[in-house]
């Protein structure tokens, strides 16, 4: 959730509440907990893209759009 600003991931959405982290392929459908099947939706999109209305394809290129995606580094100046 921190990576993403509390945000709905959907662009045309500004949703901050009740987020979820969502599997765009399912795990009962061979899905993985892997960063790149994983988006933070609001209940609407959520709903949207349970019924199929937001395609995989859709929810994927969202989070490729994210250049900063999950990208931490830390800054350790003892070696």
């Not at 933070?40 to 290129?61: G, I, M, N, Q, W």
Request: hydrophobic fraction near 35%; proline fraction near 6%; charged fraction near 25%.
């Amino acid at each position: 959730m921190n990576a993403v600003w509390y945000r709905c991931e959907n662009p045309g959405c500004n949703y901050t509440q009740y987020l979820e982290v969502y599997h765009i392929m399912p795990r009962g459908k061979g899905g993985t907990n892997s960063l790149d099947n994983l988006v933070v939706l609001c209940p609407p999109c959520r709903f949207a893209a349970y019924s199929a209305e937001l395609t995989e394809d859709k929810l994927h290129s969202w989070i490729k759009e994210r250049v900063e995606r999950f990208k931490f580094t830390i800054d350790w100046p003892y070696k």
